[in-house]
């Protein structure tokens, strides 16, 4: 199984959010157990980079926290056609957009994310980390 992390479920275990964290860093497990395949989209990098840099103010700690990241999970590119693609009038939310975008090219199964509202009706269904444990992961 595939799956796109969202930013809000990767900082939610970086910088330790409870109480989504538990959930959020069961996820992130499966990865590093390689029961699942992760995956981010490229400008996910920058954002969480940018949040990380902003909240620990300290350089050494946020290159160690995304090295451990970008072992764990690979990385989506993001191509001109999936920006155009992705940019349209009926957007509610343009990053959003463009995580399904290119979700869909890389034939990834499911959107993990906390904020599920802004993934309605796409070809990429999204799940937040509890419901995505419990319907596949019971036993964790």
């Known amino acids: 199984m595939k799956i796109v992390i969202d930013n809000n479920v990767i900082l939610d275990v970086l910088q330790n959010r409870e109480p989504f964290v538990q959930f959020s860093s069961k996820v ?7 029961q699942i ?10 954002d969480i980079h ?8 300290d350089k050494e700690k946020v290159y160690t ?12 590119d993001v191509t001109a056609k999936d920006i155009r693609n992705a940019f349209h009038p009926d ?3 343009f990053e959003d957009e ?7 090219r890389a034939n990834i199964d499911y959107i993990i994310t906390r904020n599920t509202k802004d993934f309605t009706n796409l070809p990429v269904p ?3 980390p509890e419901d995505f444990l419990t319907k596949f992961f019971e036993h964790l």
């Open 126 to 128: 999204a799940i937040t």
């Open 65 to 76: 926290a995304m090295d451990i990241l970008l072992q764990l999970i690979d990385i989506i």
């Open 98 to 104: 463009l995580i399904c975008v290119c979700a869909k």
């Open 37 to 46: 395949k992760g995956y981010v989209i490229a400008n996910s990098i920058t």
């Open 28 to 34: 992130l497990r499966l990865v590093e157990t390689k």
């Open 50 to 57: 940018y949040v990380l840099n902003r909240s620990l103010k």
């Open 91 to 93: 957007v509610r939310d």
